[in-house]
Each structure stands twice: as structure tokens, then as C-alpha cells.
């Protein structure tokens, strides 16, 4: 299978590293062979953070190379143009942006309905997700998040089948 | 991370703890620095017994010292801890170790975190101890166990050196079971192994060579100190020698090359890498840092050409390799810049570089968060070196400036880094006080906030976040003779600082203010621990 590139975009405190091990994890369980990279340290400091998340039969760097992204999720309007050249030609940029057309609960859980969002894109299966978004997170918040997880899948599919990215 | 499944996905520093775990480590301790923090929190969570040193020194030689008595001892730091741990390292070589003895230090190859991108490989061959260099998370844990073998095996201290792309990549690791140590730990006296006094030293060296020399034979047998990761498409004919995340990378970028690893930089396994650029008809190298394994090469008689200079700084990744292996040399356009961090909103260092600011202070400035006062609206700081430096290059300053530019200088710093590396300067400054005096403040926040709210001795508890005696900083700068100490609360009091300032700029003695004010993201976590547990 060929390797699934995906970067995920924001800023220091959006909790872009919890979305991208959420996001590992679901390739994880559904079997893959997975890396993630990300930056830490300076970067709590309201900065930018990138992390790279990479699924396949076999994957080898940890980092998506420039311009081989299948995926470009963004949490921040800032941080889209800086992040461009990571994206493949043909490939999806998902802003956060989108979250405005749809209701999808508490802010603090708008980076894992935006991986709602993403699943639509993705080939991983639901109960992977929902493991993962289980494993990641304290059990007092598991409904909150697996609500605005199915927001952003349901808004997802939805802009799939009618076209929109 | 848990303790149960043989099958995770964990970053390179939990690899590490983990096999540390599994192999029976009976203490982990070092200082924190990203991107090697996690090594040793991971070890506590795992139920490991971790501690964090005052700073590097202190945890290599509280290590050697466990080694001295059999047992396993894991030390871990940031590439510049091992400047400060250097002392000890150099000599431990010379003593050897009984248990095993494996100094984990993280590089940070393009400074995410860092104020230097110095290549430890080179401590490793300075020290003259094996070093190891894991390209991802299941060779960290393999690794890690390797280590420790070849430790035991030869009674050495043992390098493991990591980077910023395998401490904080994750990737799945499969445990396995690992040998536990063969007796308990335990003296034996032999002065003669472990008294440094010239007669002593002079056999230890002439024996350390020997050993290097023997693990240099082993290493060169095939798996051993190389692994040879062959063509996964028609092969080019073309090699690649390569080095920890530059295996990966190589990997990915030429995948009709074979690659073949380094894993033990040093002693380097010149047999090996000379058989494999024999059966190849060129050879590249590929690594990041500085060329270590390309000067090994050439003094093995390995016609390698050198990368060009543009190679040399920062992180690769497989872009970069590829342009590397293309022979570009032509400069790589920069990436577009992200957003640079800041002091959080509502952070207490805020206020204080608005006041520095405010005053002109030409400000001798550390290791922390609030090297971040150097950023606008504050751009505080004039100086930042390395841990500790803000005092000592403060009174330098004072004794070289005129007075009227003497008595503008402030150095600051924070509660951890005080604890690290700042109290010998406290006690050159009461020593040799400049003629204009001076004016120490410590921006107490009560944590080690840049690398993630670690503990340390003036919190008053331990790695584990457990109470421990609390060292208190304005009793240890009396204790060591400072005549003015103050200690403001600068945020609950907004006049409270600028005040302590104007009696320290207008008295002219020495000086330490201490400002203490939590960590606005630490000050949830300390309430919840200073509760006792329902």
C-alpha cells in the first residue's frame, strides 16, 4: 500500500500533537505501519506546530517530504500559506475554517471534530478512530469529543458527496 | 505508552525508558532538555526509579557512582548538558563501570529548542566510550539493550545519542525479553580501577585503548556495528553510508541504493564500511551534523566525496537528501516562516522585561522561557550563552564597562537554571564584586517551564512530583553572603519590583531580587499537588 501523508497545522495551545497521536494511533490499530513527527519545546509558546503523520505497508522517514502531503489540515488561518508547500499538487488543504458551517460542540473540541472532518478522507475505519479518541483522552471527555468527532465526519462525508473540499 | 502490550507506537525517548524498563535499570537520573525530557518521565510512569539531578554533572556522576556498585544506570540530557556532565565523562571512560553505565543525550540538529546544533558523536570519540545511533523508536529500544550489553561486556560507559526526529517521532515498537543484571548490586574494593592518581590513570588509558580496539573488532562483524539495509527496487550499484535519522531518510530518497548504517559511530567499524564500498561503485554518506562518519571514512581509506556546506546546518529530510544526493549545492530556498513563540499571555515574565526595558538594563540574560524576552515588545535581552552564564557574564560586563554603562547591567535568571549553574556565579559575585556592584534578578516561576514543567530542587519535589526537601534560593544567596536580598511578588504587587530595582540601581552594592510568581500553566498543577490525595 502506498504511504497516506498527512500534515496537521496550528499553533501552540490548539492541542495539534494530542490530534496527530489520535490520528496515529487509528492507523495504528487499523493495522498499518505508522510514524509521526512533530516539534516540541519552543513550541508551547503560542508558536507554530507542525506534526507529520504517515501510514502504510512500510513507512521510512518520519517527515513528509515538501510537497508529497495527501492532506493539509490547518487549524488556524495563519498558518495555510506557510504550510502550502507540504501539499502534493493534487492534494486537500482542510481548513479549520470549515468548522463554522456546522455545529460541533465546545471550542476546546475543535481540532478533533476537524479530524471528523479528515476521517471522511481517509481510509481507516470508524472503531479505530473512536479507540484512539478513547485511548488519547480522559473518560470524562470521551463524549464530548466523540460527538464532535461524528460532527466533523458526518459535515465531511457530506462535503465529499456534494463535491466541496 | 503502558506496561502490558508488546506491541506500540511510542516516540524514540519512551523506547528508551521502556527497554531501560525491561532490562532492569535500577536508576535513571539526569536533567531536563528538550528533546531528551521524556527518557526519564516516561522511566517514572513506567514505575522506574527516576530522578532529576541540579543539573548534568551531578546526574553522570550520581550514575557512575550506581555503576561503581553493579548496577544499571541510565543518564540522560540535551546535547549542551553534556558540555556541563564533560568533566566526569572523560575520566569515567578511564575507570570503567562494574554495571552499565549508558549516558542517553539528545541532539537538536536545526535548534528547535536550543541555543547551539553541537554534534555529541564527537563527545564519544573525544571520551573515547562507544556510541550508538538509533534511527527510530524500535532501534532506540534495541539499542538501548545493546548498550547496556556491550557496557557490561566491557565495562564502559556507553553513548546513546539521539535526535530531535527519533526522540519526538513515533513509530511502533515490539519488545522482547531482555537479560536482567546478573547479581545484585554489591562493592568490590580496587582502588587501583577507580583512583584517578597518575599511576593509576596512565594503566586505565592504556587499558581503555585496548578495549575500544576490541569493540572496534567486534562491531566490524556484519549486524554488529552496521546494518545493511539493501535496494528495495533494481539497485543503482550506488552506496550510501549512513547515520541515525539520515537512515531513514537515505532510505526513502533512493530506494534503488543500498544503504548501509552506522549504527556505532564510534569505534568506528572501518572493516565493514570498507567491504561495503568496495562491493559498490560510489559510495555517498549521509548524515546530519557535523561529518563524523565522513572523516571516519576517509581515514579508513573510503573515497567518499564531502556533502557540500549547505548539509551541514540543521535538520535533513528526504527532500533535502535527495538534493544532496542530486549534488546540488546550489542554497536551498528558506521555508516560508511559521509564527515564532512567545511568553504566554498572562505569563509573570511579562512584567518584569517591560521593566528592564523601561530602564535600559543591558541585560545578561540565560537558558529558559524567558530567553523569550528577547522577542518584541519586550527585545529585553543582550546576552544568552549557556546555563548559568547570566551572572557570571554579568560581572564581566560590570568590571569592563565604564560606571555610568557598568551600573545599566542586570543579569537574569530563572529557578531551575539558578539551581543548574547559578550559584557559582553568586559566589564569584560576593567574591569579586565589581566596583559598581551588581544586581542578580531570579525570575522565579517555580518550575522548569521551557522543556514542559519539570520539577526541581527549590520546587520542593521530586520527578515523580512527590514532596522532597525544598531548597529556598533567598536563604542559599544569604547563606553564601549576598548583603541585600529581596523577594517580590511582582504580579500580585504591580509596584513591588520596579521598587526592589530602584533601591538596588540606587544602592550600588550587590543585590539579588527574587520575583516569584508560578508559571501561569504550572500553577493548576502545583495547587493539585500541594493537595494531599482524598
Known sequence: ?165 | MDDTTDRQLLNGDEAIALAARDAGVALGTGYPGTPSTEILEAFSALGGHAQWAPNEKVALEVGLGAAFAHARALVTMKHVGLNVAADPLFTVAYTGVEGALIVAVADDPGMASSQNEQDSRRYAVAAAIPVLDPADSQQAYDFTALAIEISERWRIPVMLRITTRVSHSKSIVTRRELPKPAAAPHYVRDASLRVMVPGNARRAHVRLREKLEQIRIWAEQPGHGTLLHAAVVRPDNRGIVAGGIGVAHAREAAPASDVLQVAMPHPFPAAAVRAFAAAHAACTVVEEGDPVLWEACRLADVTVPPAPAVYRFGELSVTRVRRLLAGETAPEPPPPAGKPPQLCAGCPHRAAFELLRDRHCIVSGDIGCYTLGVMPPYQAIDTTVCMGASISAGLGLRHALPPAEARRVVSVIGDSTFVHSGLTGIVEMVYNPPPTGHIVLILDNGTTAMTGLQEHPATGRTLAHQPAHKMIIEDVVRAIGVPNVLVVDHVADGNALAAALDRAQADGGLWVIVARRPCLLAAAKIKQYATPAA
Not at chain 1, 22 to 39: M, N, P, Q, T
Not at chain 1, 63 to 79: K, N, R, S
Open chain 1, 1 to 165: 500500500m502506498k504511504t497516506v501523508n498527512i500534515v496537521i497545522a496550528g499553533l501552540g495551545g490548539q492541542g495539534i500533537v494530542k490530534a496527530s497521536d489520535i490520528l496515529a494511533d487509528a492507523a495504528f490499530r487499523a493495522g498499518h505501519d505508522v510514524k509521526k513527527a512533530e516539534v516540541h519545546g519552543m513550541s508551547q509558546r503560542g508558536g507554530s506546530v507542525n506534526t507529520d503523520i504517515r501510514y502504510g505497508s512500510q513507512v521510512l522517514s518520519p517527515m513528509v517530504p515538501d510537497g508529497e502531503a495527501d492532506v493539509l489540515v490547518t487549524m488556524d488561518v495563519t498558518q495555510i500559506e506557510n504550510n502550502r508547500y507540504r501539499l502534493k499538487p493534487d492534494g486537500k488543504l482542510l481548513s479549520s475554517e470549515c468548522l463554522k458551517d456546522f455545529e460541533h460542540g465546545p471550542a476546546r473540541a475543535a481540532t478533533v471534530a476537524m479530524l471528523g472532518v479528515l476521517s471522511a478522507c481517509l481510509d481507516l475505519p470508524e472503531d479505530a478512530w473512536h479507540a484512539a479518541i478513547r485511548g488519547a483522552l480522559p473518560e470524562k471527555h470521551h463524549a464530548m469529543n466523540l460527538a464532535a468527532f461524528a460532527a466533523g465526519r458526518h459535515a465531511g462525508i457530506a462535503a465529499q458527496s456534494s463535491g466541496r473540499p
